[in-house]
């Protein structure tokens, strides 16, 4: 409902309500779950689901039971892929207590890629407290040690019309997943294969916005990188296909012999990643020169045969930061450094999760306290 205030209309924050799963799943059976959930297999008992309209705004915000969603044939997503997502973590501490890590900065990412896709803006107050809604619901769920709960928020468009427009009804949810590692072997460097006839996005287009389409359009380079025996594809600019980009699902960042980092600038073609901005200010503060500077594929074969370049990392919330060990290109694969993982990509490793799971001092403030 939208009340007037002078000429300033603003939308009213609706109230949550809950309505907890009637039968949750047994705590035997949850423990088992949660022992190795690999990831993004398992789900938690509940999910978080806001509506929107032009008329009403965000309305009926509940927390219940995660079930699947009941949509028109016609509903805009399923035709015109208006929706968009974003991805953190919930964290348990040794001490007990649940940690989010910077979930503002994802609140804004998701405004910026509702802008992108035409969509209504989801208030940052709104979308934090929903993911805190639903960690209270679930947090059961977090798994000790290594694992942490994977928060998936999303907004779709459930307009019934086939005319190509922005929908005027929208369904923001989030569900929440245990995980362990991303990939199957967490401690083995990856190997990438760098995609250089396939594109993942262009100047104009939505790259720097995490919507669904820019990952439809990376499947057929990521399924040609697992063909190869790589874990990632590595995207290049789709204007002069030479510039180093992203990872299908991470950034990444180049390590040289005189200690100084590089990772590709944002543009408007990559995703500005939450763990990239945090790694870089890591690395500033161990007193490292960190460039936002173009690196191209040709200079990436050079300094790893010439031993200039170091290490290789990919990062991002899913695969928290991951060396790159092995790289490999239709002229043939180059390895990084001895193949195996450096030093400093361990060491900006430790220092990030010591500070998500609460076990060094946050002195940025990017935790955020749910329970
Ligand atoms: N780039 C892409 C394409 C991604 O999917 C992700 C993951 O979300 C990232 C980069 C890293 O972003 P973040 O660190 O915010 O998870
Ligand atoms: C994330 O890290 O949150 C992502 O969305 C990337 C994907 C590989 C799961």
């Not at 309500?17 to 039968?23: D, L, S």
């Not at 934090?128 to 779709?156: H, N």
């Not at 980092?261 to 161990?286: K, N």
């Not at 790289?327 to 010591?354: H, N, S």
Request: with cysteine; proline share 5%.
């Amino acid at each position: 409902m939208r009340k007037a205030c002078g000429r300033i209309a603003w939308p009213r924050r609706p109230v949550f309500k809950t309505v907890p799963h009637p039968a949750p799943t047994a705590s035997a059976r949850r423990l088992e779950l949660i022992r190795e959930p690999g990831f993004g297999r398992v789900f938690t008992d509940h999910m978080v689901t806001i509506r929107y309209s032009e008329a009403m705004g965000w309305h009926d915000a509940v927390v219940g039971r995660r079930g699947p969603i009941m949509l028109d044939p016609a509903a805009a997503v399923l035709h015109y892929a208006q929706e968009i997502f974003e991805g953190l973590k919930a964290y348990r501490t040794d001490d007990g207590r649940v940690l989010l890590f910077q979930p503002q900065a994802n609140a804004r990412r998701f405004q910026r890629s509702a802008a992108r896709l035409a969509m209504p803006s989801l208030p940052e107050a709104l979308f934090v407290e929903a993911l805190e809604q639903l960690v209270r619901a679930d947090a059961a769920w977090i798994p000790q040690g290594d694992g942490s709960l994977y928060l998936r928020p999303f907004m779709i468009a459930t307009e019934a019309f086939l005319g190509v427009k922005p929908s005027s009804e929208y369904l923001f949810a989030i569900i929440a997943s245990p995980v362990g590692s991303y990939f199957k072997t967490a401690a083995e460097p990856l190997s990438v294969w760098v995609s250089e006839d396939l594109s993942r996005a262009g100047p104009g287009g939505a790259g720097a916005a995490k919507c669904g389409g820019n990952y439809a359009a990376s499947l057929l380079a990521q399924a040609e990188a697992a063909r190869r025996g790589c874990e990632q594809v590595v995207f290049l600019d789709a204007v002069e296909r030479r510039w180093v980009e992203e990872l299908g699902g991470m950034n990444v960042f180049f390590v040289f012999d005189d200690g100084s980092l590089r990772t590709p600038p944002l543009g408007g073609t990559i995703l500005d990643g939450i763990t990239r901005s945090a790694v870089i200010t890591l690395a500033r503060g161990r007193g490292l020169e960190v460039r936002e500077a173009g690196y191209c594929l040709a200079d990436w074969r050079d300094d790893a045969r010439t031993g200039r370049l170091r290490e290789a990392f990919a990062c991002g919330t899913a695969a928290v930061v991951a060396a790159i060990g092995q790289v490999k290109t239709a002229e043939g694969d180059f390895a990084i450094g001895d193949g195996g993982e450096g030093a400093l990509t361990a060491q900006l490793r430790a220092q990030l999760v010591d500070i998500q799971r609460g076990r060094s001092a946050d002195s940025h403030g990017w935790t955020h306290l749910v329970a």
